[in-house]
């Protein structure tokens, strides 16, 4: 049975993330449809989401006034004519949720007014209900906590953080999944050119891959100690992997989280540009 009976969910924005999050209230069995409003302007999304089984809208008041929680998913610059539709709409019942990268409780306050606020930074693997998701929340009781944690608990593993620690939660967690599917498709692209086809190759690197996180999240063992049971003294593995970290995978990797921070810390969420 749902939990969420009679507790309406509006999200506002229904792009990649919007999407993943209301798949992932149905996979989850934490929503029914009809429990679920989508707010979109773009109508091939409309469409999309509709074929899909979701209430969809372009009319933001309409959908906040029919609902109690409100998840906005919009992208940074799109922020503020948001939160002018809905402004109107909103009432002291009402618990907002925001994944917008960049956009703070002091500016969803500014542009809102005092409401709860639960400032989330998940992944795309909410669908699957395997995302991480970080939490930062202000101005919650807790029963506002009650209602809301547990919905991201059962579509994967929840942190709550400070909010100054969301631009890190937004490198390690949202962007990492695009940075773990590229050493993915390198890997995949190896074994090809050392005999398997592409769909062969792929599932042995998602499904090693896989068991390789697995390892870590039930063991919480550091990833060298899993490697040094992989690593037979004059080896092949380690012969592999230091040719890697000769070409640079672990610098490589650690300068690719930096340069993301550094451009989100510079982030003009208005413009979406990094300042020259
Ligand atoms: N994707 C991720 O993995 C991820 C993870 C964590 C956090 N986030 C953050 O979550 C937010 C959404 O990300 P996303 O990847 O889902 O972006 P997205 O795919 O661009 O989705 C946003 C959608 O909202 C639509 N939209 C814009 N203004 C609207 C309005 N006033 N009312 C209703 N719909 C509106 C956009 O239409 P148009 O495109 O036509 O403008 C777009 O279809 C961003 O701030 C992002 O940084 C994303």
Known sequence: MPVMKNLKLAILGGGNLGTSLAKGLIVSKQCNYQDIIITEKRESRIDQLKSLGFQVTSNNHEAVSKSRIIVMSVKPQQFSSLAEEIKQALTPD?????????????????????????????????????????????????????????????MGKTLIIPEDMMGAATVVGA???????????AMSQGGIEIGFNSEMSQLI????????AQLIVETSNHPEREIDKVTTP?????????????????????RGLITSYNKLENLDTKTHKTPK
């Open 94 to 154: 009402h618990i907002l949720i925001s994944t917008v990268t960049g956009i703070t409780h002091k500016d969803i306050e500014t542009a809102l007014g005092k409401l709860p606020i639960f400032r989330i930074m998940p992944n795309t693997a909410l669908e699957i209900c395997e995302s991480m998701t970080c939490i930062a929340y202000k101005n919650t009781n807790s029963n506002h906590e009650t209602l809301i944690l547990p919905l991201f608990e059962k």
């Open 234 to 254: 004059q080896g092949i593995t380690i012969s592999g992997l230091n040719e890697m970290e000769h070409q640079g995978l672990s610098s490589a990797v650690i």
């Open 175 to 185: 962007c990492g999944i695009a940075f773990a599917l590229r050493f993915m498709r």
């Open 205 to 212: 690197t998602a499904q090693t891959v896989k068991g390789a």
